[in-house]
């Protein structure tokens, strides 16, 4: 069972830039800032700005075209990085055994070196 969206999470305090970020893109659909704690060169986190706990909620709940505009997001912003001829990794956890800690959804963007088998 998916949780309630709670926009106290840190994710929705920076959509709403009530703390800050690094961020590095944003349009109508999604914002993209850098991780506070990198595990590659490029270690950005492309967020929805609508209210998704997770990949799993997002998926069932969003209606299709605001599907279209995050994926799209997170395509854009690996191209704005340059990434795309060297290549890039997109990761979401979900839940408990992914170690998911922030309950807005997030896909975690590694790129900018040869990645190793698991990051995140
Ligand atoms: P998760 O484990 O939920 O997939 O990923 C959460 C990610 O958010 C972690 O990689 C963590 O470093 C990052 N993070 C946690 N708090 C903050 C914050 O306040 N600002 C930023 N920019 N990243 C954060």
Redesign the pocket.
């Known amino acids: 069972a998916t949780l309630p969206y709670d926009d106290q999470n ?2 929705a305090k ?1 959509l709403r830039g009530e ?1 800050p ?2 961020r590095v893109y944003e349009d109508d659909w999604a914002i993209a ?7 590659a060169p490029v ?1 950005l ?1 492309v967020i929805p700005r609508g209210p998704y706990v997770s990949w799993d909620d997002f998926s069932e709940r969003a209606p299709a075209g605001e599907i279209a505009g995050f994926v799209r997001a997170v395509g854009r912003v690996a191209r704005d990085h340059g990434l795309v001829a060297a290549g890039y990794r997109l ?3 979900v839940g408990g055994d ?5 309950a807005h959804l ?1 896909v ?1 963007l590694f790129g900018g070196q040869p990645l190793g088998p698991m990051l ?1």
Do not use: R, T, Y
Request: hydrophobic share 50%; proline share 4%; charged share 10%.
């Open positions: 840190i994710f920076i703390i970020s690094q800032f850098h991780d506070i704690a990198p595990q270690h986190l990761l979401a956890n992914a170690g998911q800690e922030v997030h975690h995140a």
